[in-house]
Every structure is written in structure tokens, then in C-alpha cells.
């Protein structure tokens, strides 16, 4: 019924939606206008260090790399202080024919007089080898790899290539005196060119690199230009910056990411335009004006068949829901709508399920509770055992045994009481092995002491709880199907204890055993001959059966009885229980 002032579901989803909807637009946009310039100018910045350092990590392996053939060299070269020979050759060849980035290897003497090249070349009267810069490096700092501007080689003839210097002053031992020498290693800077040229800054962005030390400029991709004096960088802000700076030339913004690369004392400069990738302020005003009145839109229209969808299933499962308060089960909800509303339904569906199915579970355990506890009632007098237990008081009558029609007389008179128990389901396992133990004295007195008996009990499981009469059908199935068809005394033990927090019984005895056929059969309703699982000497297969269930019921499923034999070696039956402790004497209901 429609109280004073509730809205419809449809009309609340309408207008909540598209209001929530109106806001956040509204909010977004002016926060990505205000916001998008500077997180532009972030993302470039990021990009950019990147990038540049990238280039600056290549640079430093490449490097490295060939600072560690530098000393491979070395070592090739100036072994044991000498450079000359065949090995020495051989391994130089090695070498260069491995790197086709080495120009050349030459041995220098301290008065710059070659001492070893490869490949073997004549150096040019006018190279003036003292007045290179990577001879006074290497004059002026011993055991140090320096490494030079880019130049044309001018110490042999031609091909001029450009290349950098990599030499280093040693101090060998050469004919048992000591020797100062300068190694020089030609690489060629074309691998330096490539690493540096590839990389993409925009359309007009670019990378160039300059030495920490004197400010000169290794590499610039209009190099040429640089020389001419035709363009220009601002060498001194970017030797002292760090990180990243922007500055302007003509106007123009340009973002510069500044890397050092290590052991080197070169400095990576990355260089790009802001103005190409940023929008205009115009341009992102007109986009946003369409997104917003676009996403408006949009927004009503969904929320107009969103809240269309939602409410017919609704207001399907609201008159399902009154038809189950009413006591009605039997609906079921279709699957229809959002997905949200099918899982609901399924669900409902499901919820539905497992309440019929829990009542007839209900149902059927009372029915079978009821069935199990008449079985146990009737199992409390089996009046074939008390016919043969009768008849065998007569016959030791006719015989004057009186002790013996005494004892079997006590026996039956306490059996019977603890079977009644005072109408309780439950007793301890003290009572039920007592039990065990006067049916057992009269049935040995009925078989005339053909087997003999044992009952052994932990002290702390005697004071647990255990279903009444659980012992009886399995001791008569020892007898029945172990005891009686065996031609020597037989044995039976049973004992209780505690293990793993469980309580454990168990029926043993000696006699025949069982077939693995014979030990299903127990646990089913019917024998493999379709007749009914018992023997013709009171039942003992429905008996154990019994035994079985009713722990089950009662307990739970991880409870009951299990058996284990092998022929002409016996038979142990195997009862396990929860050990719940018996407090005050009184009945245990669980």
C-alpha cells in the first residue's frame, strides 16, 4: 500500500541517477580544464626523463662495455711486458675482428714514439702524438682511462674517421726495467651517433650530449651548425641544473632533462616543445562544453530505461516474497532483468530450494528417529534370545546346576535393567560394557564354554557417553558368524578407549572370519541374494545395520561402524564416537 509521501523506485532512480550523474560531470570538468595543462606538462616531463634516461643508461653499458674491452686488451697486449709476437697478434686480430666499433690499438712510449698498432699502419709525420689531448691525459694521471672529445683521427692516413680516445699511462715491466707506456684504443663514434639520434622527442625534440668538464659539446644531432656558430645551447644552465628545467627561446617553451652518466663525466641533455603536444585552453573549453551537455544526455536516458528495467522485477519479486509469507513454497521467480536481479532471483530461487528440502529432511529424519528407536525398544527384548536363555535355565535345571541357573538367572535379570535405562538414550560406557559383559556370560552359558571373553576399558573412557545397546548385535555377530563354526575354544575381546579426542569400542574375536561379500553385506538392506541381511539366529545383519544408522542419526555422518576381517584369522568391529564426557550422572540428549 502507497504511504503518505513515498515516491515510486522508478522516480527515485531517475532523478537520483541523473542528479549524482549532473554533479560529478560538472565537477570533472572543471577540474580536468583547470588541471589538464599542468598534468600535460607532467606527463611530458616524465616521458622525457625516460627517455633520456634510457639514452643515458645505453650510453653508460656501451661505455662500460668497451672500457672492459680496454682492459682485456691491456692484458692481451702487455702481457709479461711484452707487445710483440705472433699470440699478441693473434689475440689483437681476435679483438678487432669481434668489434667492428674499434678503429685502431696503438703502443705509445712516454716521447710518444709508437712501440706496437694494429692493424699495422705508419703514423703521419705531422701527427704531432705529444700534442694530443689524450696524450697529455694520460702523461698527466697514471692507471686512469680517459677518454676524449669526439675529433677526426689524424694519426694515420686516410680514411678520417670520427672517433673517441680511450687511452690510459702503465707503468710495465719490459726487459727486466720499468717502462712507462700510453695504450690508445680508436673507437669509432658512429655507436655513440646511433645511440644518441634514434630516440624521439616529439616532432622537433632531441637529445644532445655535453663534457661536465669543459663544457664542450660531445654530441648534438646538428653538430655542424653548432661548429658554425649558426645554433647555440645554453651549455651553463644545463651543466649546473639538475633533474629537469624549462626555459624559453623565442618565445617558445622548451622542457630540458639534464643525466649524468656515470665514470665518464659526460652529461645527457634531453630537449622538447611543450607547445607540441598541449592543447589549447580554446580547444579543451569546446571539448569539454560537448562532453559535458553529451554525457547529460545520455545519463537521463539510461536512467529513464535503467529505472524501467529495475522496477518490473522488483515489484515481481515483492508479489513472489508475499506469496511465500503465506506459507506458499511452491514458486520460483524466472530469470529475467539486470544481471544483479537474475543473481538475486537465482538466489531466492536456491533459498526457496533449500527450504523444501530441509523440511522434507525434517520430516524424514523424525520418521526415521521414530523408526530406529521402535527397532531399539524391540531390540531391548528379542524374544528368540529370551526363549533360548529360558530354555537353557530349564535344561540346567533338569541337570541341578543351581550356581549356574543363578548366574545366568543375574545375568539376564541385570542385562534387562540396563537396557531399560529409565527410558534414556544414552549411557555411560561403563554401563554398556556391564551390559556387554552379563550377555556375554549367558551366552557362553548357552554355547557350554565354547569361547572365552575379555573386556579391557581406558578408566578416563568409562566415564563417556555412548548410545545404549550398540555392543549387543555386534557381539552376537562375532558369535554367530566367527565363534559358532569354529572347532576350538574361541576368544572374544572387547575393549573402549580414547584416541585422537574420539571414542573408540571394538568387538574382536578369533573365529572364522568373513568374506569381503559377507562384510558388505552388513551395511545393506538386502544380502547379495536379494533375501534380507541377517541369519536365521535372531537377525544379527539388521542388528549391526541398526547399529550403524543410529549412530549416524544421532552423531553425525563422520561417526559409526566399521569392520575389518580376514578368513580363519577373525573379525574386529569398530565403533567411533565423539567422547563427550558424562556430567552428574544424568542423561545425555546431546
Known amino acids: ?55 643515458s643508461y645505453n650510453l653508460a653499458d656501451y661505455l662500460d662495455g668497451m672500457a672492459q674491452l680496454y682492459r682485456a686488451i691491456e692484458e692481451h697486449m702487455l702481457v709479461e711486458g711484452e707487445w710483440d709476437g705472433d699470440q699478441v697478434t693473434k689475440q689483437l686480430d681476435i679483438v678487432t675482428s669481434s668489434r667492428d ?36 691525459s694520460a702523461l698527466r694521471v ?61 616532432k622537433r625534440g632531441y637529445v644532445y650530449i655535453i663534457d661536465e668538464g669543459a663544457g664542450n659539446i660531445v654530441y648534438h644531432p646538428q653538430q655542424q651548425l653548432i661548429y658554425m656558430g649558426l645554433r647555440s645551447e645554453n651549455v651553463e644552465q644545463a651543466l649546473v641544473g639538475r633533474g629537469s628545467y624549462i626555459d624559453s627561446v623565442s618565445g617558445v617553451k622548451r622542457l630540458h632533462t639534464v643525466k649524468s652518466v656515470d665514470n665518464i663525466g659526460w652529461k645527457v641533455v634531453g630537449v622538447s616543445y611543450l607547445d607540441e603536444i598541449m592543447t589549447t585552453r580554446e580547444e579543451v573549453y569546446r571539448y569539454m562544453i560537448q562532453v559535458v551537455g553529451g554525457v547529460l544526455i545520455l545519463a537521463f536516458l539510461v536512467s529513464i530505461v535503467l529505472a524501467s528495467m529495475l522496477t518490473r522485477p522488483i515489484r515481481r519479486m515483492e508479489a513472489t516474497m508475499k506469496v511465500v509469507e503465506r506459507g506458499n513454497f511452491d514458486v520460483e521467480l524466472p530469470l529475467k532483468g539486470p544481471l544483479e536481479v537474475i543473481q538475486l532471483s537465482s538466489r531466492f530461487n536456491l533459498m526457496i530450494d533449500k527450504i523444501r528440502g530441509l523440511m522434507s529432511q525434517i520430516i524424514m529424519e523424525q520418521e526415521s528417529k521414530r523408526k530406529y ?55 555411560t560406557v561403563r554401563e554398556e560394557l556391564e551390559h556387554a559383559r552379563h550377555y556375554l556370560t549367558i551366552q557362553q552359558m548357552r554355547f557350554k564354554k565354547k569361547f572365552q571373553f575379555s573386556i579391557e576399558a581406558e578408566e578416563e573412557a568409562l566415564s563417556g557417553c555412548t548410545l545404549k545397546l550398540v555392543l549387543q548385535p555386534l557381539i552376537e555377530n562375532a558369535i554367530i558368524h566367527g565363534i559358532e563354526y569354529l572347532v576350538d575354544e574361541g576368544m572374544i ?52 545395520l541398526n547399529v550403524h544408522a ?21 573379525t574386529t568391529a569398530r565403533i567411533r564416537l565423539p567422547f563427550i564426557r558424562r556430567e552428574g550422572g544424568g542423561d545425555h540428549e546431546g
Do not use: C
Open 373 to 427: 528407536e521402535l527397532e531399539a525398544l524391540q531390540a531391548q527384548i528379542n524374544p528368540h534370545f529370551l526363549y533360548n536363555t529360558l530354555n537353557s535355565v530349564v535344561r540346567l535345571v533338569g541337570m541341578g546346576k543351581k550356581e549356574e541357573i543363578i548366574t545366568m538367572i543375574t545375568s539376564l535379570s541385570k542385562l534387562f535393567r540396563i537396557s531399560l535405562s529409565k527410558g534414556r538414550r544414552t549411557i
Open 550 to 570: 543410529r549412530i549416524r542419526l544421532y552423531y553425525g555422518e563422520n561417526y559409526g561402524l566399521s569392520y575389518e576381517s580376514e578368513r580363519e584369522e577373525g
Open 101 to 136: 666499433d674499434i678503429v685502431s690499438i696503438a703502443l705509445f712510449n712516454e716521447r710518444g714514439e709508437v712501440l706496437r698498432n694494429h692493424p699495422t699502419m705508419p703514423i703521419r709525420e705531422s701527427a704531432r702524438v705529444t700534442e694530443q689531448s689524450w696524450f697529455h
Open 142 to 202: 697514471s692507471n686512469h682511462l680517459g677518454f676524449s672529445l669526439p675529433h677526426v683521427q689524424n694519426l694515420y692516413g686516410s680514411p678520417y674517421k670520427w672517433v673517441v680516445s680511450m687511452s690510459k699511462g702503465i707503468t710495465v715491466q719490459h726487459n727486466g726495467e720499468p717502462m712507462y707506456v700510453i695504450l690508445l684504443v680508436d673507437i669509432n663514434f658512429k655507436k655513440i651517433d646511433e645511440l644518441s639520434s634514434r630516440v624521439s622527442l616529439g
Open 1 to 55: 500500500m502507497n504511504r503518505l509521501g513515498a515516491r515510486s523506485i522508478k522516480s527515485i532512480i531517475l532523478w537520483s541517477f541523473s542528479t549524482f550523474i549532473l554533479i560529478i560531470v560538472v565537477i570533472v570538468a572543471v577540474l580536468v580544464y583547470n588541471k589538464f595543462l599542468r598534468i600535460a606538462e607532467e606527463n611530458i616531463t616524465l616521458s622525457t626523463e625516460q627517455i633520456v634516461d634510457s639514452v
Open 493 to 544: 575381546q572387547v575393549s573402549a578407549r580414547i584416541e585422537g579426542g574420539f571414542l573408540l569400542m571394538e568387538v574382536a574375536d578369533n573365529g572364522v572370519g568373513m568374506t569381503e561379500e559377507q562384510l558388505q553385506a552388513l551395511f545393506k538392506e538386502t544380502s547379495p541374494d536379494g533375501e534380507a541381511a541377517q541369519t536365521g539366529n535372531g537377525g544379527s545383519g539388521v542388528a549391526v
